[in-house]
């Protein structure tokens, strides 16, 4: 008769044994971890994202029926275009910079900010990676916008890509942490759209979305060159094109990075990661 088997108990640990410590993960997984759950996030959000991708493309049509009757010819440009620029310019403002600041007063409201900064991601990866998805949907908007202005409006392709790329992700990036500043200020995702539209207006209004500056008288159009949203469109105007004096183009690289710091030092100095209590 077989003796039954004797079930063996882990080998306890005594004093000083070293713990095996877990592998951290690199930055760039954790990028993506953090990006893919706040996908999953924004694809639940239907509201955010239904709104991400329509607005852009309603920009266009509404464009085209308030400007037909505008003489853009002396402006340099073609109502087609200022609508493609105009929606891309949308597609910034609503995908990115309206639905980040939701975002992270949402992510900040449910403690998850809080969590995230107890485990291994630095602070810009937990920014970083919520804004990920926001952003890859800014760039894959702009890129549907510019094929469509080419096979539908019948626009020429852009005559400088580089530039009209530069834009849209200088304005990925300042617009991403404008968004993270204004959620400062946003005590509940409910009231992000309070909170964000004073922007949202200023820059349709001002930033050359609609009406390019030259349109405007000059005193009042060399105050909007100033605004944050500004610069970016006129680097998207120019990938389009090609036309703008290098001097110009220096200037309004040199005004969007001026935002961007400007709006990464109030992110250092008031971005909150708890709740108020």
Known sequence: MSSPTRLT???PLTPGTPLTPRTPLPSRRRLVALGRAELTLLVRNRTALFGALLVPLLTVGAVRSSLQDVDLGTAGTTIAEVAVTGAIGMALLIGVYSNLVAAFAARREALVLKRLRTGEPTDP?????????AAALALAQSAVLTAGGIAALDLPAPARPDLLLAGVVLGTVLLTAVAAATSAVTRTPESAQLTALPLVL????GSGLFVPLSMLP?????ACELLPVTGVMTLVRAGWSGGVAGGDLLGSAAVTVAWIALSVFAVQRWFRWEPRR
Do not use: F, R
């Open 9 to 11: 108990s882990p080998t």
């Open 218 to 222: 000059d005193g009042l159009a060399s």
């Open 125 to 133: 990866e937990i920014l970083t990676g919520i804004a990920l998805p």
């Open 202 to 205: 200023v820059s349709s209004l």
